[in-house]
């Protein structure tokens, strides 16, 4: 099979995991070109990755790519998605897909309509959310009810949530409230910390009520790079439990167990196959294998180059895997969030013009 070739609109932080993937997969994934009106990203692009820039989406599809990623700002996107849909061009989209619920109520009529796009939400994507979906898919918990997540912000979190509860666009009462306490300083996008300091951490801790089942988002910024803070996951049903790498399950009445979840890398330990991720095991079970072993990815990077294998599929007639009305009602749910959080007042979302569209989203 030859390399899925694509074209990536935008030149920032966030269109370099694309460009690192593909980089890293050619046998995979081949850019096209990058569309970027930035002199100083242009030259970094074509510097570090070798790529053609260009100035017009018409210069990119002259280069017939399969689809695009919109890498864009989310004030930007509404208007580049319409654009794109109107030239009949497959789109994988950066999160969110706008920036606020006037701007994703606009979008509702190009979520139903035939345009091909889908959103790159990618948490989903990653090993060890790959691992427990698929044993919360496999009934080994029975029905989870609860789903407790601290993992990510706003949107993130809560498609995870949603993911892990199968709650789809299921109304949902939402109570949140905002914590602050110090914490030393961690690294950033550039880089380590440059000194040793001690700032105010805002953390977001919300329940999302959808009746018989409870979504509980916990989250503060600094857990993406802070080297004292940790993510972590809780999820009960009522035959079993997950809390981080964790299997408490019953094999019948008399019969309980626990078992780890356990990481699967190459090239430690003597270990000659070359440093990469194979997958996670839950005892001589594989639950998840790592579809691109073994190029040396990042879990993030394994669900971007995830993402970009699926719009390939999807392109091609397959399924669907986050569809535009699925990030945006995330999208509305983070926004009735912060809304919830600052009022104090408990909010109840439901009615919106997302559950008007098709599909079955979020389970």
């Known amino acids: 099979m030859s390399a899925v070739p694509f074209a990536i609109i935008g030149a920032g932080w966030r269109a370099e995991f694309y460009l690192r993937v593909a980089a890293s997969l050619p046998e995979r994934f081949r850019v096209t070109s990058v569309m970027t009106r930035d002199a100083a990203r242009a030259e970094r692009v074509t510097t570090a990755f070798a790529v053609p820039v260009r100035a017009t989406i018409d210069e990119v599809h002259a280069e017939h790519p399969a689809f695009v990623v919109a890498c864009v700002p989310r004030e930007v996107a509404p208007r580049l998605l319409r654009e794109l849909a109107a030239q009949d061009a497959a789109v994988l989209a950066e999160t969110p897909p706008a920036a606020d619920l006037d701007a994703l109520a606009r979008l509702a009529e190009l979520a139903r309509s035939s345009a091909r796009i889908q959103v790159a939400e990618q948490y989903q994507f990653q090993p060890l959310h790959a691992a427990r979906l698929s044993l919360v898919r496999s009934g080994r918990l029975g029905t989870v009810s609860e789903a407790h997540v601290s993992v990510a912000h706003g949107y993130h979190g809560i498609d995870l949530i949603r993911r892990y509860l199968a709650?789809?666009?299921?109304?949902?009462?939402?109570?949140?409230?905002?914590?602050?306490?110090?914490?030393?300083?961690?690294?950033?996008?550039?880089g380590p910390p440059a000194g040793d300091r001690t700032e105010p951490s805002e953390r977001v801790l919300a329940?999302?009520?959808?009746?018989?089942?409870?979504?509980?988002?916990?989250?503060?910024?600094?857990?993406?790079?802070?080297?004292?803070?940790s993510p972590s996951v809780v999820l009960r049903g009522d035959r079993g439990e997950i809390r981080d790498s964790t299997l408490r399950a019953l094999r019948d009445v008399h019969s309980p167990y626990v078992v780890e979840l356990m990481r699967r890398d190459m090239g430690r330990d003597g270990n000659l196959e070359g440093f990469h991720h194979a997958g996670i095991t839950l005892g001589d079970e594989w639950v998840y294998r790592n579809p691109f072993a073994p190029a040396r990815l990042s879990d993030e990077e394994i669900a971007v180059a995830t993402c970009l294998w699926k719009m390939t599929e999807y392109r091609d007639g397959g399924a669907a895997f986050c569809s535009l009305a699925e990030a945006a009602w995330d999208q509305e749910l983070a926004i009735r969030l912060d809304e919830a959080v600052a009022s104090g007042v408990p909010i109840r979302v439901a009615g919106t013009v997302w559950e008007a569209t098709s599909g079955t989203p979020g389970g």
Not at 167 to 186: C, E, K, N, Q, Y
Not at 207 to 228: K, P, T
């Open 167 to 190: 709650v789809g666009m299921r109304p949902v009462t939402i109570v949140g409230r905002r914590f602050v306490s110090p914490l030393a300083t961690g690294p950033d996008r550039s």
């Open 207 to 229: 329940w999302f009520d959808f009746g018989d089942r409870l979504g509980v988002y916990d989250f503060a910024i600094e857990q993406y790079f802070s080297w004292v803070r």
